[in-house]
Structure formats: C-alpha cells, structure tokens
C-alpha cells in the first residue's frame, strides 16, 4: 500500500495532508486512545523557548510526544520583558501547567545571531535582533578575542545565558520562586551539525544566586571558545571555569 510517509520531502500541501492522516492513523493503531487522552489533559512537564529556525524542532530533537512539551519560539529565543507573547506563554506554563522546567535552547549557526554580529539591515527584524546586539555589545571584549568565525557560536551561547537570566528575573518566575514552587531555567544550545543538545550549565532555581552563576557560565563560554581557539588562558581559572 501507498504510505505517503515514507515518501521524499513535501512538495505541496495536499502531501501534508496526506502525511498528517498516515501518521494520525498510525497513532491510534499502535496507541489506541492516544488522541483521546490529549483531550482530556495537558500536563507537560517541560517548557521549551527555542528559535523559530526549522532546523530546531523540540519534540523531535528530544524524543517528546505531544502533550509533553510546551513551545515557545521566535527568531533567535530571546526573551524581552516587553514581550506580552513570551512573558504569556510562560505564565502559563508556569502557573497554570506547572513546568518543572524551562529551557532556552539556542542553536549553533543561528541566522538571527550571524545578523546580529555582522550588524546586517534585514528589516523590521533589526529591531528585534538588536537585543542580540546589546548582548554582542556587553561581551564585546570577550568577543573580540576570539577568532572571528568562532564568534557566531559563542555569541549564541552567551545569548541562551543571558535569555536564561531574562525567564528568570521575570515577575512570573519570582512570584513562582517566592510561594516556592519548584521550577528551573536551564540554558541550552543545539548542534545543527551533529543533532546534538549541549547544556551549558546555566540553570537558576530560585535559590543558587543568579549573578554567581551567570558569572560562572560566561567564564566557562569565555574558557571553551579560548580554548577551542588555542588562545592563552591568561585570566580564565580552569578549575572555575570547566563545568
Ligand atoms: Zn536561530
């Protein structure tokens, strides 16, 4: 019989469609009620704030189900306190899911971050990558020691550091923090190259003091791209900075 899923890429949407029925088909028979039982609840545990990019999609990348993660992405994950969007989407997730965990996960070879380095006009998009810039801007010292196609890759991370830190001052998660719900933001990055999830050992839960360990994390992206580049280690303590 024909099964359109094990066909070659889409090539329109009536091939979404047909895709969409084998795998809904596909479901039920080998998990009889699944769809039923997403009816009824949602309980993930998990919040993902990832970049739109294709490349990057959570429930794949993570081996999740429906129903098992909550997604929220834009161009380049950021997290800005004016953003009702994001600041909504984890209230949400927070207060009325009640996540255990938030992660933001940027991606190495982010197109969002290359523009924000290269300082390229796109459009309306400048203004919003111009948050990147402003990340760019505070690690410009660090930045510019590094060789300059190593850059991109440890501007994304520093931007899931620094994203980490805008979930976690957020008026959401010091009002979960302060009745003492147990919830944690964690920073991560993907490999588009090698399918990989890194974690960069940002996680604040509330308790472990924020600045401290976004200190620790920036030394330690400072130490790995440093090291990556051969450069000295003049200032970097290896003991503190190795995760
Ligand atoms: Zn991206």
């Not at 197109?111 to 300082?119: C, D, F, K, P, T």
């Not at 400048?126 to 196609?149: A, F, G, K, M, T």
């Amino acid at each position: 019989m024909h099964d359109p899923m094990e066909n070659d890429t889409p090539d329109n949407l009536e091939d979404l469609f047909a895709h969409n029925r084998t795998w809904a088909a596909r479901m039920e028979r080998d998990r009889p009620g699944f769809f039923t039982s997403l009816v009824k609840q949602q309980t993930p545990k998990y919040m993902w704030i990832g970049c739109s990019d294709s490349r990057v999609p959570a429930n794949q990348i993570t081996g999740l189900e429906p129903g098992e993660v909550f997604v929220h992405r834009n161009v380049a994950n950021i997290v800005v306190h004016s953003d009702l969007n994001a600041l909504s989407a984890i209230q949400f997730a927070v207060e009325r899911l009640k996540v255990q965990h938030i992660m933001v996960v940027g991606h190495y070879g982010c197109g969002g971050v290359q523009a924000a380095l290269e300082g390229a006009r796109i459009g309306l998009a400048d203004n919003w990558i111009r948050h990147i810039q402003d990340v760019r801007d505070r690690h410009r010292v660090l930045l510019s020691s590094l060789p300059e196609e190593l850059r991109a890759d440890a501007l994304c991370e520093l931007n899931v550091t620094e994203q980490v830190v805008n979930v976690a001052v957020s008026t959401v998660m010091e009002d979960a923090w302060s009745r003492k719900q147990s919830v944690s933001i964690h920073g991560w990055a993907f490999g588009v190259h090698d399918g990989l999830l890194q974690d960069l050992g940002m996680t604040l839960d509330g308790v472990k003091p924020i600045e401290a360990l976004y200190k620790a994390a920036v030394q330690r992206i400072r130490y790995k791209w440093s090291k990556r580049a051969e450069l000295p280690q003049a200032n970097v303590d290896p003991a503190q900075a190795e995760p």
